[in-house]
Structures are given as structure tokens and as C-alpha cells.
């Protein structure tokens, strides 16, 4: 597995992994604020990725871990996190050239970067999205993915107060949009209970899988028609 040699705006590198295996599609995940590619929702995905043929890139702004970062005041924060996000798109957009296909993941921090990805035309009709809790942007977010066409996977549960911030009857009837949608649990899409908790992610990751599957079809048929 290797890396890219990725920096922030402000110099400091960003934690990256990049598994190429010769797939026609490239599956990106964009961490949380505190929640590693290296952990459950993510690993997983990356696992999804791979077992459906796509080639995989893991990407970690780490501010949790920069002091520098995290002793600047909100407005600095999101200056920042602008900055930062110019450069991912830069990047992905190099990344992604040769790619029949793109996937997008994010959780909850990283649904915002999905977000500017899309708001840069990244995937040009290749796209599709694997949003997991998406997080303090959702209010604003829900109605621009409910408007859009992008095929998208959507996992979120109504106990999480971010979740139900934004109206989500649009989300819940728009064409092509796959809702994973739990009455309990919270931001992590935990109950607290051991069981039940593993019941949830075979269930959601078998629909991602689903997802992926038919995702894919669309960009093959899509590449047959060019």
C-alpha cells in the first residue's frame, strides 16, 4: 500500500493510503473530524471498495491532532478547512483522471468535503456518493444532495440531533438516492448494544455493497454508450 505525498495549506502532511489494483472506478474515503479512515464505518468501506474491484485512496485531515489547528478561533477554523479542501479536490482531481468511475466516501467531516467535491464538478456524470452521518453542514447539505442526481448511498439515524436538523421528506423521495435510515442510535450509528450494533453494520454494509453493484452497471453501461 502506498501514499500520496499530500500537504495541507499550512505545510503539515496529510495521513493518506492509496491501494491501486487495477480497477476501472476509485473509491475515496474522507475521514471525520475525529474518526479515521483506520476506524469501523470507514475500514469497512475501504473494504467494500476493494471486494467490488474499485481501487481504494483513505484520506485524514488530522486536525484532532494539530495543536495549531485546534487553537484557532471557529472563523479561522473554517478558513482553513476551505483551504484544505481546495487542496483534496486538486489532488483527487488528478487522481481520478483514467477512472471510469468515482465514489465518494465521507463521514460526518468528511460529508462536507463530499460536498465541495461535488460543487467542483468532480466525476463529470462518473459520480457516485457513500455519505455516513454527515455532520454539522447537513442542514444546508440535505437540500443540495435532494436536488442533485448523483446517485448516493445515505446512512444516518433519527437519534442523531445532527440528522434531523434538516428537512428530510426530500431526501427520503428522491429518485436514486439509497436511505439507510436507523430509528436508534447516534452519531456513530451505536446503540450500546454489542449485538445489535453488529446486526446494524452487516445490514448497512450488504446495502453498500448493493449499492456499489449498481452503481457500477450504470458506469459500464454509461462507458459502452461513449
Not at 62 to 81: H, I, S, T, V
Not at 101 to 130: E, H, I, N, W
Not at 140 to 158: G, I, Q, T, W
Request: negative net charge; aromatic residues 8%.
Amino acid at each position: 500500500m502506498g501514499s500520496l505525498d499530500l500537504r495541507r495549506a499550512n505545510g503539515r502532511a496529510v495521513a493518506n493510503e492509496l491501494e491501486r489494483r487495477g480497477g476501472s472506478r476509485l473509491g475515496v474515503v474522507f475521514s471525520g473530524f475525529g474518526y479515521s479512515y483506520r476506524d469501523p464505518l470507514l475500514r469497512w468501506t475501504k473494504r467494500a471498495f476493494l471486494e467490488k474491484g474499485l481501487d481504494y485512496w483513505g484520506v485524514d485531515l488530522g486536525y484532532r491532532d494539530d495543536p495549531e489547528f485546534m487553537a484557532l478561533e471557529p472563523a479561522a477554523q473554517d478558513e482553513a478547512f476551505e483551504a484544505d479542501c481546495a487542496v483534496l479536490v486538486r489532488a483527487l482531481r488528478e487522481l481520478a483522471e483514467g477512472y471510469g468511475g468515482l465514489v465518494l466516501a465521507g463521514k460526518s467531516m468528511g460529508t462536507s468535503v463530499v460536498r465541495r467535491c461535488l460543487k467542483a464538478g468532480l466525476g463529470d456524470g462518473r459520480l457516485a456518493l457513500a455519505l455516513f452521518t454527515p455532520g454539522t453542514e447537513w442542514r444546508d447539505f440535505a437540500p443540495e444532495l435532494a436536488a442533485s442526481k448523483v446517485p448516493a448511498f445515505l446512512a444516518a439515524s433519527l437519534e442523531d440531533p445532527h440528522y434531523v436538523k434538516a428537512d428530510l421528506a426530500p431526501i427520503r423521495s428522491r429518485s436514486g438516492l439509497r436511505l439507510f435510515e436507523l430509528p436508534r442510535g447516534d452519531h456513530l450509528l451505536e446503540t450500546g448494544s454489542l449485538v445489535e450494533d453488529l446486526e446494524t453494520q452487516a445490514r448497512l454494509f450488504a446495502a453498500l455493497l448493493d449499492f456499489l453493484d449498481e452503481t457500477g452497471r450504470s458506469v459500464e453501461a454509461l462507458r459502452r454508450l461513449r
